[in-house]
Nanobody, 115 residues
C-alpha cells in the first residue's frame, strides 16, 4: 500500500507562488513515474505536470513556463513549484505515482488563487 503526505496548498493572490510537496512511502519511488493532477469544481481532473523515472517531463499548455515539477528520490518526494498563479489555477491538486499497471493517488490539497 502506497501512502502519501501532501502539503503546500493554500490561498494566494494572483501572481503569487506556492510549492506543493508530496512525500510517498515505500522503496520503489525512484522507479515511479510521478505527476500532479488538478480538479476544479464542475470540471474533470486534468494532468498538470508529470515526470518519468528517467527525468523527462510534460506539462499541460496552460502552465508551461509557470510551473515546474521536480523530484528528490532520496526523500521519496515530488514537488510542484507554481509561479505567476492565476485564478484559473484554483483547484484541488492531487499527487499521482505510477508503477507498471498500478496508479496511486494522494488525498489532494486545495490551491486557491484569489484577490
Amino acid at each position: 500500500q502506497v501512502q502519501f503526505v501532501e502539503s503546500g496548498g493554500g490561498t494566494v493572490q494572483p501572481g503569487g507562488s506556492l510549492r506543493l510537496s508530496c512525500a510517498v512511502s515505500g522503496s520503489r519511488f525512484s522507479g515511479y513515474s510521478v505527476g500532479w493532477y488538478r480538479q476544479a469544481p464542475g470540471k474533470q481532473r486534468e494532468l498538470v505536470a508529470a515526470m518519468a523515472s528517467g527525468g523527462s517531463t510534460t506539462y499541460v499548455d496552460s502552465v508551461k513556463g509557470r510551473f515546474t515539477i521536480s523530484r528528490d528520490n532520496a526523500k521519496n518526494t515530488v514537488y510542484l513549484q507554481m509561479n505567476s498563479l492565476k485564478p484559473e489555477d484554483t483547484a484541488v491538486y492531487y499527487c499521482n505515482v505510477v508503477w507498471g499497471w498500478s496508479s496511486y493517488w494522494g488525498q489532494g490539497t486545495q490551491v486557491t488563487v484569489s484577490s
